[in-house]
């Protein structure tokens, strides 16, 4: 015989199926809601049911929106010469905080991962290269491509994947492919950098339109 109604279990079961939260944790946020006398459980519920029915996709670079393009891909203020190619939407929203970066994005889905079974047919490479074929098709412009992946084993084979793919255009001079700078963070000691991070220190930072990226040149 269970201690709990079962519609308080389902709820604590969704709840732990979130990253970073457990059985217990679960258990805490329900019986706050059950204690809550604002009908909080009622907003929630309501959020996320119009959360689930209104966003989508952008049909350009894959950021979450309620539109059909989003503010950033139909922004005439932003670079339309540099696109930013990011693992998840979260990652947007790092960049947008950080108030560095004024051009447009395209987000991965993820990184290719042959332990977990990702490969690269499961990630959006095959729009992603759609959309940089139509835009040098269109507009015979020069694009700058920053890969901005996390430097783990899994972004360096995507990050690899994306040299290989684009590799023709950069040959003719139609793209330049950068990579954010990776290395030394700020108030580091350098008596205990490794070898590998004081390597990926020595980086030249690229100037786009007259602003510094914090990217490094990566493919002749």
């Not at 059950?34 to 952008?58: H, Q, V, Y």
């Not at 929203?93 to 990184?111: I, M, P, T």
């Not at 729009?127 to 139509?134: D, F, G, P």
């Not at 996390?150 to 990050?159: D, I, M, Q």
Request: hydrophobic share 40%; proline share 4%.
């Amino acid at each position: 015989m269970s201690v709990l109604p079962q519609s308080v279990e389902n709820v604590i079961n969704e709840f732990s199926k979130l990253p970073g939260v457990g059985p217990k944790s679960a258990a805490r946020m329900v019986y706050h809601f059950l204690r809550s006398p604002n009908k909080d459980a009622t907003k929630l519920g309501n959020a996320l049911i119009e959360m689930d029915e209104k966003i989508k996709f952008c049909s350009l670079c894959f950021n979450v929106t309620d539109k059909d393009i989003c503010d950033i891909c139909s922004s005439s203020l932003r670079d339309k010469n540099t696109i930013c190619i990011v693992e998840e939407p979260l990652d947007v929203v790092a960049f947008e905080n950080s108030g560095v970066f004024n051009g447009l994005y395209f987000v991965l889905g993820g990184v290719i991962s042959p332990a977990e079974g990702i490969t690269a047919s499961e990630l959006r490479f095959n729009e992603l290269e759609k959309r940089i074929k139509k835009e040098l098709e269109d507009n015979n412009r020069r694009i700058e491509l920053i890969v901005a992946v996390n430097p783990s084993l899994e972004g360096e084979a995507t990050a690899s994947y994306i040299q290989d793919l684009f590799r023709k255009y950069v040959r003719e001079n139609r793209m330049h492919i950068s990579r954010l700078a990776m290395g030394l963070p700020t108030g580091a000691d350098l008596e205990y950098a490794d070898r590998l991070t004081l390597k990926k220190a020595f980086v030249v930072n690229c100037v786009a339109n007259g602003t510094i990226l914090m990217s490094c040149t990566w493919i002749t």
